[in-house]
C-alpha cells in the first residue's frame, strides 16, 4: 500500500465528494418517478423562489459556472418547464421563471423530495442535520 493510499480517508475534498454522491443517490432515488434530476429539482426550487432570477444570480446561488448553468437548463425549457426571457431592464441579460408545467412538475417532484427528505433526516437526524446544511451554507457562502 502507498502513502497516497493512506492519505485518502484525511481528504477533506474526496470525504466532501463521497457524501455528495451518497445522498444524490439517495434524493435522485425518490426524485426518479417525477422524471427529476436533484440538480433539475434544485434548479425549479431557485426559479420558483425567485420568479424572474437572472442568469448571473442564480448561478451565485447554485455554486454553479455559466456554461454548466446553462447545459443544466437547456433540458428544462426544451421540456416546457423553464421560460427564459430577455430581462426587461437590460435585453442582454437573460431572466428564468418556471411555466405553469414547470410549476406542475415542481409540485409532483416537491412530494418525493421530501420523502428524500424525510428518510435523510431519520437517518442522520434532525439535529445533526440542520447543523450540517448550516456548516456547509456557511463553506460556499463565507468560503474558505
Known amino acids: 500500500m502507498s502513502t497516497a493510499d493512506l492519505d485518502t ?4 475534498c474526496f470525504a466532501l465528494r463521497q457524501a455528495a454522491r451518497h ?13 427529476l434530476a436533484t440538480s433539475q429539482y ?14 448571473q444570480q442564480l448561478s451565485e446561488r447554485m ?5 454548466s448553468l446553462v447545459r443544466a437548463i437547456k433540458p428544462l425549457a426544451r421540456d416546457g418547464y423553464v421560460l427564459q426571457a430577455p430581462d426587461p431592464e437590460n435585453s442582454r441579460k437573460l431572466v428564468f421563471s418556471l411555466t405553469a408545467a414547470g410549476q406542475a412538475k415542481f409540485e409532483e417532484a416537491h412530494g418525493y423530495w421530501a420523502q428524500a427528505q424525510a428518510e435523510y433526516e431519520a ?5 445533526r442535520a440542520a447543523a450540517l446544511r448550516a456548516e456547509l451554507r456557511s463553506l460556499t457562502q463565507n468560503g474558505l
Open 42 to 55: 434544485s434548479l425549479l426550487a431557485h426559479i420558483r423562489a425567485l420568479p424572474g432570477i437572472g442568469m
Open 123 to 127: 437517518g442522520v437526524g434532525a439535529e
Open 23 to 35: 445522498v444524490t443517490s439517495l434524493y435522485d432515488r425518490h426524485l426518479a418517478p417525477s422524471g
Open 63 to 67: 455554486v454553479m459556472d455559466r456554461t
Open 9 to 12: 480517508p484525511l481528504c477533506n
